[in-house]
């Protein structure tokens, strides 16, 4: 792909965590929250740097070309990994072109528009990274699993049908076709963190004083519909796994593996567009050259004209792009 290895490798190393679209999901039976393949943690260790580096060189590219931008959602239960991953995945990048989004309850002003608003109004900007630390699909799981929360959307009668569901789903996979149209990438992932993970999470949050501050009462009473947003995960991945904007379910149990996988999705949806650095015209380049002339006349004596040129020769032979 572009000539680039890494791109080839990269895309055999996520092909396993994509949801193929129009198949059927069932979380249980089709991924494995502990699956590392075959990895160990120190070999780890280098591909996260390594993916760190590319998402930063790339990253620079997609700011300069200024025409596609990056939406990345993600979505996991309570204690699913979400903060570390987007602090250690994006610990190389610029912080000016990223801009993280986390979604909490509604708010009076959110819930008196369509259900979809509050998110559109932290979509990237061209050139840009957003991240979203639950998403839109929040209204498809959590509203799914608590009905009352569909309540206080204060809907109209038709729009409560049994329907709602599949009709959210439609129009989320239209938006999502709408921004990819429009050169906005749409990458999903879903952590996916085993019960028993989650349980030991949660006692190192109340066994460390230092934790305690991340542990909510709300997350153990959630943690009961556990099956229940199983059945909505697993309905959400098979409806909304697109062509234009595909889901990946990246095996959490294992923090290192959460956040290896998440770098190498994000550098492969980055390198498929290809960013390039814009090139100039001979107008502009004629400016450049009399530009570094000037520049170059006001050296002090004894010391090159121009410092870096002379400290790497070969820099002005480089192909630009």
Known sequence: MHGDERAERIADFIEPLRVEPGSKVRLGRDFDPRDKAGLKKREGVELLRSGVELLAEYQQRLAAQDTYGVLLCLQALDAGGKDGTIRHVMSG??????????FKVPSAEELDHDYLWRYAKRLPERGGIAIFNRSHYEEVLVVRVHPELLVR????????????????????????????DNGFKVV??????????????????????????????????????????????SRMLSATSTEWAPWYVVPADRK??????????????????DPRYPEVDEETRKDLRTAKRRLEQEAP?????????????????????
């Open 153 to 180: 959307q204060r809907l109209p009668g038709h729009a409560r049908g049994s329907g709602v569901w599949k009709r959210r789903y439609q129009e989320i996979n239209d938006w999502e076709r709408h921004l990819t």
């Open 188 to 233: 999903k992932i879903f952590l996916n963190l085993s019960k028993e993970e989650q349980r030991t999470r949660f006692l190192k949050r109340l066994d460390l004083p230092e934790k305690n501050w991340k542990f909510s009462a709300a997350d153990v009473r959630e943690r009961q519909y556990w099956d229940d947003y199983q059945r909505a995960f």
């Open 301 to 321: 004596e004894g010391l090159p004209a121009d410092p870096y040129a002379a400290r790497h020769p070969s820099a002005g032979k480089k192909k630009r792009g």
């Open 93 to 102: 990048v610029n912080p000016q072109g990223v801009r993280v989004s986390s």
């Open 256 to 273: 290192w593996f959460a956040r290896i996988c998440t770098a190498a999705i994000l550098a492969h949806t980055l390198i498929d567009i």
